[in-house]
């Protein structure tokens, strides 16, 4: 075993030795030299290491990590040829206790391993291992992974460096190869390592490292993992969990903005090609495009778009010019806004003359355009009303043929309008999102039934008209044009349209809500409303279902029965128990005294429908409403703001400024514009498009030509907000560590200040302990210096036994008194009447004794020598009493 090379010993060492039982302590302790000898020595044994040795050798290795002892570390890496499975587990471990330097000796010795195909992306194969189950750390952690969730920055940039990634996991209805194996070999190892990977990449200190655009990132993989709460929700609460936590890394780096000119920067551009269709949507003139401000709002980051240096960005540019507005009082406000009400004919045709006039540019401020917008809307609906009004008025004639078209058809002009209105959006932002946003929706709806509605007076117009005109006196000519309503068919086009036009007039009325989010109070409730709205139509699916069932049920009960007036009939039966919801029915249509059993069964049966509806499903929607509106009021100030955001957006674009029913006419301004677009595709002049920008972007490169000063501008930017975030979060861990400690030192004074207390209680029945052995003690003395001088008369220089045993005895009291010293406060008392009554005990025994012995021997002590126990006793007490 002499003769064997270094090498040779690391390999024995490594698959053929016994764990040496003696190598724990030797760690704990920090025994380098016996850790050595341990290492060295070996029986010459040749034994095939088993799995709870294996187990062992990589305690040893983590338990050296763990205590911080780098000699330790060396030594078992020097003396031990370790594997892959231990380096792993002990890179684990050192990222796990926070030491970096430790981190980066292993990274060498892995650097070492590297000619035997040592690979570092195969970490996350540990899925694959059966041995490794009795690790502490959870399936897929890698030591980049743990490092992550830990927002270890110093670590993951060392582990970066050397070529650790976290590969991105793939799609959940992946079924690739290595996808299958997972699932089928172990599908909660699979599961699990999935979600720590997805906690890796979630983390701030993967975001700040690995991305060249952290805040881009952390959209994207927020709107990945709500996306992956709804398909994997058995593991929902985690994926929203790291959804939130992308959401609040957004918000915390768009806080680290110092100035204006980095908040522009980050909020008008993403840097993403794909992402080019929002650059598209120009904005007025003057206006930034805030691209990246839009990405969030299309991504659903709430919390981004309510920060106050985005609203204050939002704000400005809402009111433009107009400085005084947001400081005026709501009643100057109203009295602007009656104003333009009023005005708003004259106001557009000034804009459709001279749009680059000083009122013309007024005008397309984003707070005017939807000030003049609004009042479009207003008299919209005091048309409607109007219409109403008159088909009151004149109810015979709307009720006839005879009814005039042009009466019931002035809303049409602002009906055009707005579907212009709506091909421009479209054009402007796309099919895909426009169709993103519900009243998008609720327009293209509205205005396809105030069409159709139009469309079908025209066919009955057109279609009696032809009809007289070629065939005169004919049944079909009569029906058009003189045949009343008693006598019209159930599909007649005139019922469909006035149909049409009085569910469309009130949707027309609901469509208002949309201005409701620019004033904070409605805005809240609008969004209550809205989130209600939801709750119902889940409910309904639920109470559609019942409702079914007992329908079917009570019907079939009373169907053979023709007694029953109101029952039996799906339409009847369906009445009856609709309005029992809502308490208005008469329960007495469920009698039938003819029948008794039928009649049993359907009270019963009624019963249960009245148990189930109202007192169970009616209570349960109240509480979801409840609870909608309870989280609605929780996060008032950020729902209210993200909706007012998009509210604001919405008036930026460009173009638009015309309400309806203005926007029909074209302006020179359009024709303008179409001639320029004519003459640029004729003479290929499209690269002369000149795109103001605006706030203008300063370059921060400096003379010296370095590589970060070649970078653009936001990439500048994106870098600076992550180191003041990283520096940032340094300061905080340091702050927290030092109140930490200090919150130890805290408790620690405070058990010192405790132990002190106790000390000195049992300090003090001591002491009063002392005093009467003491006293005691001094007493005996006595006896003993008389009963000396008598023997001293007697016997010269010498002294008796019994003197000695005295002696002996006192001593026995002062080491029985050092051992109370060292005994509970509870028992003192009881000991001391113990100890008193033993010393009487021992006293007379000792009187015999000295009865005994005392005419047997003759003196061999002098009376220096019981001054010299005296002293010794007393230096005993002197030592009790300093301890």
Same mark, same amino acid.
């Given at each position: ?305 309510? !920060? ?210 620019? !004033? ?54 369906? !009445? ?308």
């Amino acid at each position: 075993m002499e003769n064997l090379t270094p090498e040779q010993w690391r390999e024995i060492m490594n698959k053929k030795l016994q764990f040496p039982p003696e190598l724990i302590g030797a760690i704990q302790e920090g025994k380098i030299e016996l850790l050595c000898g341990l290492l060295k020595t070996g029986d010459g044994i040749v034994r095939q290491l088993e799995e709870s040795e294996d187990r062992q050798w990589r305690e040893a290795l983590n338990l050296s990590i763990r205590l911080g002892n780098e000699d330790a570390m060396v030594t078992l890496l020097q003396g031990v040829k370790f594997d892959f499975r231990q380096i792993h587990e002990a890179l684990l471990v050192a990222v796990d206790t926070n030491q970096p330097r430790v981190v980066k000796r292993l990274l060498d010795r892995l650097d070492q391993e590297k000619g035997n195909k040592m690979d570092v992306h195969s970490f996350s194969q540990a899925i694959f291992d059966h041995s490794i189950d009795n690790s502490q750390f959870a399936p897929g952690v890698t030591p980049l992974t743990l490092a992550c969730q830990k927002d270890l920055y110093d670590i993951v940039t060392m582990l970066t460096l050397k070529g650790h990634i976290i590969p991105w996991p793939h799609k959940i209805s992946c079924a690739c190869l290595e996808c299958r194996n997972g699932r089928q070999y172990d599908l909660l190892k699979f599961s699990l390592s999935r979600i720590n990977t997805y906690r890796g990449i979630a983390s701030r200190a993967f975001l700040s490292v690995t991305s060249d655009d952290a805040m881009l990132s952390a959209f994207s993989l927020s709107r990945e993992l709500r996306k992956l709460s709804q398909k994997e929700p058995e593991f929902k609460p985690q994926y929203l969990g790291l959804e939130q936590l992308c959401q609040d890394f957004a918000v915390e780096l768009l806080g680290m903005c110092r100035n204006q000119s980095e908040v522009t920067t980050i909020l008008n551009s993403c840097g993403d090609e794909s992402q080019d269709a929002l650059d598209q949507q120009a904005f007025e003139e003057g206006i930034p495009n805030l691209s990246r401000l839009r990405l969030a709002v299309n991504y659903n980051q709430k919390e981004f778009v309510a !920060h106050p240096i985005c609203q204050q960005v939002l704000s400005s540019i809402w009111c433009g010019n107009l400085e005084g507005w947001r400081g005026s009082r709501t009643a100057w406000k109203l009295f602007v806004s009656v104003g333009i009400f009023l005005t708003m004919p004259l106001l557009c045709l000034v804009y459709w003359i001279a749009p680059k006039s000083k009122v013309g540019k007024i005008l397309r401020v984003p707070v005017i355009k939807f000030l003049l917008h609004s009042a479009s809307y207003l008299w919209f609906l005091i048309t409607l009303l109007g219409e109403s009004i008159t088909m009151e008025m004149y109810r015979d004639k709307f009720a006839s043929r005879q009814q005039n078209i042009l009466h019931s058809s002035f809303h049409m002009v602002w009906v055009v309008g707005f579907f212009w209105y709506e091909c421009k959006e479209v054009w402007i932002e796309g099919l895909r999102c426009y169709f993103l946003d519900w009243w998008n929706c609720l327009d293209m709806m509205v205005l396809s039934m105030y069409l159709a509605s139009f469309a079908l007076r025209v066919l009955i117009m057109l279609k009696g008209y032809l009809l007289c005109q070629e065939h005169s006196g004919t049944d079909d000519c009569v029906y058009f044009t003189q045949t009343v309503r008693e006598d019209w068919r159930q599909e007649d086009p005139q019922l469909i349209a006035e149909v049409l036009f009085a569910v469309t007039s009130m949707l027309s009325f609901t469509r208002l809500a949309y201005i409701l989010p620019a !004033h904070e109070s409605l805005g809240t409730l609008q969004i209550s409303i809205g989130k209600m709205i939801d709750d119902m139509m889940r409910f309904m699916f639920i109470l559609m279902i019942i409702g079914t069932a007992f329908l079917c049920g009570i019907n079939n009960v009373y169907v053979p029965y023709v007694i029953s007036p109101h029952l039996g009939r799906f339409n009847e039966t369906f !009445h009856f128990l609709f309005w029992t919801m809502f308490g208005v029915a008469n329960q007495d249509y469920v009698d039938m005294p003819q029948f008794m059993l039928a009649e049993f069964v359907g009270r019963i049966l009624y019963g249960i429908f009245t148990l189930v509806i109202v007192i169970v499903l009616l209570n349960m929607l109240i509480a979801m409403i409840t609870n909608t509106f309870q989280k609605i009021e929780d996060d008032a100030d950020v729902e209210w703001k993200f909706a007012r955001s998009k509210l604001y957006l919405s008036y930026f674009r460009e173009g638009l400024t015309m309400p309806v029913p203005f926007n029909i006419i074209p302006s020179p301004k359009a024709f303008f514009y179409i001639l320029r677009a004519i003459f640029r595709r004729i003479c290929c002049c499209c690269n002369c498009n000149s795109v103001q920008e605006y706030p203008p972007i300063t370059n921060m490169a400096n003379d010296k030509e370095s590589e970060e000063a070649q970078l653009p501008y936001r990439q500048q930017v994106i870098r600076a907000l992550v180191q003041r975030y990283i520096e940032s979060a340094r300061r905080e861990f340091e702050e927290t560590k030092r109140k930490d400690i200090g919150n130890r030192i805290t408790e620690l004074s405070k058990a010192i200040g405790r132990m002190h207390g106790d000390i000195k209680v049992i300090q003090q029945l001591l002491t009063e302990d002392e005093h009467s052995a003491m006293h005691q003690e001094e007493e005996e003395v006595d006896k003993v210096d008389s009963d000396t001088k008598q023997e001293t008369d007697m016997q010269q220089s010498q002294v008796t036994d019994c003197d000695v045993v005295k002696m002996e005895e006192g001593r026995v009291k002062v080491e029985s008194g050092d051992e109370r010293q060292t005994e509970k406060k509870e028992q003192l008392e009881a000991e001391k009447d113990e100890n008193t009554d033993n010393k009487i005990k021992s006293e007379g025994a000792a009187g015999n004794s000295c009865s005994n012995l005392e005419g047997k021997l003759k003196g061999e002590a002098t009376q220096d020598e019981v001054e010299k126990i005296k002293g010794r006793r007393g230096t005993q007490r002197g030592q009790r009493w300093t301890s």
